[in-house]
Nanobody, 118 residues
Framework: EVQLQASGGGLVQVGGSLRLSCTKS????????IAWFRQAPGKEREGVSV????????YYIESVKGRFTISHDKARNTVALQMRSLEPEDTAVYYC???????????WGNGTQVTVSS
């Protein structure tokens, strides 16, 4: 059974850091991509960052480039999203998702709340 479990959210002040983790199980690394999405109140869900588990290539949306880093720990079966220099606009529920291709997200994890206070 494919499972994704997100954790690591919390309350942080502007400029602070948080590290989100997405623990995966039930599917191999090769041939899969994992993404972090977020959804703020009243806004549509948006993709934030993606990592290809086969070759570790990454993608970030413009607003988080230089502040967020996505990484894959093969030994721990986790994909982390290290978030630095957080801004109030980063406040959202963050989700991880997995799929066989970019844009085809067949599996979703639970959400974890990130709140950045000013």
């Amino acid at each position: 059974e494919v499972q994704l479990q997100a954790s690591g959210g919390g309350l942080v002040q502007v400029g602070g850091s948080l590290r989100l983790s997405c623990t995966k199980s039930g599917f191999p690394n090769d041939g899969y991509v994992i993404a972090w999405f977020r959804q703020a109140p009243g806004k549509e869900r948006e993709g934030v960052s993606v990592i290809n588990l086969s070759d570790s290539s990454t993608y970030y949306i413009e607003s988080v480039k230089g502040r967020f880093t996505i990484s894959h720990d093969k030994a721990r079966n986790t994909v982390a999203l290290q978030m630095r220099s957080l801004e109030p606009e980063d406040t959202a529920v963050y989700y991880c998702a997995a799929g066989r291709d970019y844009g085809v997200w067949g599996h979703w994890g639970n959400g974890t709340q990130v709140t950045v206070s000013s």
